[in-house]
């Protein structure tokens, strides 16, 4: 079993500042591509930003220069730092990752979510 776990979400005014954070446990061997995605309601999820087990990172427009995607691969945990918060960057974010089991099978897996609110 793998669970991610989510934390540092919250309530800020906009120009504000959070930093959430995605552990990943279980029986891992190791964690290639991780993600952060966001979602409101009656809208799909889209992803936020996404780095690979080297450190490449990519973002969606709409947070570029604002947001930072980072990871620690030796706690098997990803980190997104979001700068001046906008009200519409207000949603539920997930963290993904791309998990390499101890038996060397894989699979995808998401966290549990966390709210992000923005006021203006």
């Known amino acids: 079993q793998v669970q991610l776990v989510e934390s540092g979400g919250g309530s800020v005014q906009a120009g504000g500042s959070l930093r959430l954070s995605c552990a990943a446990s279980?029986?891992?061997?190791?964690?290639?591509?991780m993600g952060w995605y966001r979602q409101t309601p009656g809208k799909q999820r889209e992803l936020v930003a996404g780095?690979?087990?080297?450190?490449?990172?990519n973002y969606a427009d709409s947070v570029k220069g604002r947001f930072t995607i980072s990871r620690d691969n030796a706690k098997n945990t990803v980190y997104l730092q979001m700068n001046s918060l906008k009200p519409e960057d207000t949603a539920v974010y997930y963290c993904?990752?791309?998990?390499?089991?101890?038996?060397?099978?894989?699979?995808?897996?998401w966290g549990q979510g966390t709210q992000v609110t923005v006021s203006s």
């Open positions: 993904n990752a791309d998990v390499v089991y101890i038996n060397l099978g894989f699979g995808t897996h």
């Open positions: 780095i690979t087990r080297g450190g490449s990172t």
């Open positions: 279980g029986r891992i061997f190791s964690i290639n591509a």
